[in-house]
Nanobody, 125 residues
Framework: HVQLVESGGDSVQDGGSLRLSCAAS????????MGWSRQAPGNEFELVSS???????WYADSVQGRFTISRNVLPERLSLRMTRLKPEDTGMYYC????????????????????WGRGTQVTVS
Protein backbone atom coordinates (compact mmCIF):
# COMPACT_ATOMS: atom_id res chain seq x y z
CA HIS A 1 0.00 0.00 0.00
CA VAL A 2 1.84 3.05 -1.31
CA GLN A 3 1.50 6.13 0.83
CA LEU A 4 2.84 9.63 0.18
CA VAL A 5 2.75 12.28 2.91
CA GLU A 6 3.75 15.86 2.23
CA SER A 7 5.00 18.37 4.79
CA GLY A 8 6.77 21.71 4.97
CA GLY A 9 4.10 24.01 3.61
CA ASP A 10 3.89 27.43 5.23
CA SER A 11 3.09 31.10 4.71
CA VAL A 12 6.08 33.14 3.52
CA GLN A 13 6.76 36.56 2.13
CA ASP A 14 7.38 37.35 -1.50
CA GLY A 15 11.01 36.43 -2.23
CA GLY A 16 11.23 33.91 0.59
CA SER A 17 12.19 30.25 0.56
CA LEU A 18 10.67 26.94 1.64
CA ARG A 19 11.55 23.28 1.51
CA LEU A 20 8.78 20.75 0.98
CA SER A 21 9.18 17.09 1.85
CA CYS A 22 7.30 13.97 0.85
CA ALA A 23 7.71 10.78 2.86
CA ALA A 24 7.07 7.65 0.79
CA SER A 25 6.22 4.26 2.23
CA UNK A 26 4.72 0.94 1.22
CA UNK A 27 7.09 -0.16 -1.54
CA UNK A 28 10.66 -0.04 -2.78
CA UNK A 29 10.81 3.39 -4.40
CA UNK A 30 14.30 3.10 -5.81
CA UNK A 31 12.86 2.55 -9.31
CA UNK A 32 9.94 4.97 -9.01
CA UNK A 33 9.43 8.19 -10.88
CA MET A 34 8.44 10.99 -8.50
CA GLY A 35 7.22 14.54 -8.86
CA TRP A 36 5.49 17.64 -7.49
CA SER A 37 2.37 19.37 -8.73
CA ARG A 38 0.33 22.26 -7.39
CA GLN A 39 -3.07 23.85 -7.58
CA ALA A 40 -4.25 27.26 -6.46
CA PRO A 41 -7.94 27.94 -5.77
CA GLY A 42 -9.70 28.62 -9.03
CA ASN A 43 -6.65 27.70 -11.06
CA GLU A 44 -5.78 24.68 -13.11
CA PHE A 45 -3.69 21.85 -11.78
CA GLU A 46 -0.07 22.61 -12.67
CA LEU A 47 2.84 20.22 -12.96
CA VAL A 48 5.93 21.60 -11.22
CA SER A 49 8.81 19.13 -11.39
CA SER A 50 9.69 15.45 -11.71
CA UNK A 51 12.74 13.31 -10.98
CA UNK A 52 13.71 9.91 -12.32
CA UNK A 53 15.51 7.11 -10.47
CA UNK A 54 18.74 8.12 -12.21
CA UNK A 55 18.32 11.69 -10.95
CA UNK A 56 17.33 13.30 -14.24
CA UNK A 57 14.95 16.21 -13.64
CA TRP A 58 12.23 18.13 -15.41
CA TYR A 59 10.94 21.56 -14.36
CA ALA A 60 8.05 23.68 -15.48
CA ASP A 61 9.18 26.93 -17.10
CA SER A 62 7.49 28.88 -14.31
CA VAL A 63 9.81 27.43 -11.65
CA GLN A 64 12.99 26.73 -13.63
CA GLY A 65 15.98 28.25 -11.85
CA ARG A 66 14.06 28.83 -8.61
CA PHE A 67 12.98 25.35 -7.52
CA THR A 68 15.16 22.27 -7.03
CA ILE A 69 13.80 18.74 -6.77
CA SER A 70 15.77 16.01 -5.04
CA ARG A 71 15.25 12.56 -3.64
CA ASN A 72 16.74 10.51 -0.86
CA VAL A 73 16.80 6.74 -0.59
CA LEU A 74 16.41 4.93 2.71
CA PRO A 75 14.40 6.56 3.96
CA GLU A 76 12.69 7.38 0.70
CA ARG A 77 11.97 11.08 0.70
CA LEU A 78 11.24 13.52 -2.07
CA SER A 79 12.08 17.18 -1.53
CA LEU A 80 11.38 20.45 -3.30
CA ARG A 81 13.56 23.40 -2.44
CA MET A 82 11.75 26.59 -3.42
CA THR A 83 13.54 29.95 -3.55
CA ARG A 84 12.60 33.45 -4.72
CA LEU A 85 8.98 32.59 -4.10
CA LYS A 86 6.29 34.67 -5.76
CA PRO A 87 2.61 35.14 -4.92
CA GLU A 88 1.75 33.08 -8.01
CA ASP A 89 3.51 30.11 -6.39
CA THR A 90 0.70 29.98 -3.84
CA GLY A 91 -1.22 26.73 -3.85
CA MET A 92 -1.60 23.22 -2.53
CA TYR A 93 1.47 21.20 -3.41
CA TYR A 94 1.09 17.48 -4.08
CA CYS A 95 3.66 14.72 -4.21
CA UNK A 96 3.23 12.04 -6.88
CA UNK A 97 4.94 8.77 -7.73
CA UNK A 98 4.72 5.72 -9.94
CA UNK A 99 6.84 2.73 -10.85
CA UNK A 100 7.42 0.87 -14.07
CA UNK A 101 7.50 3.99 -16.24
CA UNK A 102 10.07 4.22 -19.00
CA UNK A 103 10.16 8.02 -19.27
CA UNK A 104 9.49 9.83 -16.01
CA UNK A 105 9.20 13.38 -17.35
CA UNK A 106 6.96 12.46 -20.29
CA UNK A 107 4.75 10.29 -18.10
CA UNK A 108 4.50 13.08 -15.55
CA UNK A 109 3.46 15.59 -18.19
CA UNK A 110 0.90 13.07 -19.44
CA UNK A 111 -0.55 12.74 -15.92
CA UNK A 112 0.29 9.04 -15.76
CA UNK A 113 1.48 8.88 -12.15
CA UNK A 114 -0.98 6.84 -10.11
CA UNK A 115 0.01 7.60 -6.52
CA TRP A 116 -0.65 10.99 -4.94
CA GLY A 117 -0.40 12.56 -1.50
CA ARG A 118 -2.98 14.80 0.14
CA GLY A 119 -0.97 17.98 -0.26
CA THR A 120 0.68 20.71 1.79
CA GLN A 121 -0.32 24.39 1.53
CA VAL A 122 2.10 27.08 0.43
CA THR A 123 1.05 30.72 0.68
CA VAL A 124 3.22 33.55 -0.62
CA SER A 125 2.19 37.13 0.05
Amino acid sequence: HVQLVESGGDSVQDGGSLRLSCAASGDDFSSYCMGWSRQAPGNEFELVSSIAPDGSRWYADSVQGRFTISRNVLPERLSLRMTRLKPEDTGMYYCAADGGLSDCSSSFQDYEYNFWGRGTQVTVS
